[in-house]
């Protein structure tokens, strides 16, 4: 089976930086998409960034210019680097995937989520 496994999360001060991870395992032919959400308590789950196989990059009017999406293709992760962080930036955040299997289809797959606390 194919999973994400999603690390570096944690509490941070208003203008401080995290770096999340997420890495795909499992039965894996080809990652086309990947990308982070995030959902706040009381609000609907939001992307935050997405980034194409061929590096074409996307983020939220929120987040433009303080975060930044790459990922590896050869340990299938992807990264979200977070600078000056506000604590409106608080919520749990999800990396998502749309993975190729050995079988050729294609499906969403998505982390547990980790949680992400701008406080002073």
């Known amino acids: 089976q194919v999973q994400l496994v999603e690390s570096g999360g944690g509490l941070v001060q208003p203008g401080g930086s995290l770096r999340l991870s997420c890495a795909a395992s499992g039965s894996i032919f080809s990652i086309e998409t990947m990308g982070w959400y995030r959902q706040a308590p009381g609000k609907q789950r939001e992307l935050v960034a997405t980034?194409?196989?061929?590096?074409?990059?996307n983020y939220a009017d929120s987040v433009k210019g303080r975060f930044t999406i790459s990922r590896d293709n050869a340990k299938n992760t992807v990264y979200l680097q977070m600078n000056r962080l506000k604590p409106e930036d608080t919520a749990v955040y999800y990396c998502n995937a749309d993975i190729k299997s050995d079988s050729r289809v294609m499906f969403t797959y998505w982390g547990q989520g980790t949680q992400v606390t701008v406080s002073s």
């Open positions: 980034i194409t196989s061929g590096s074409s990059t």
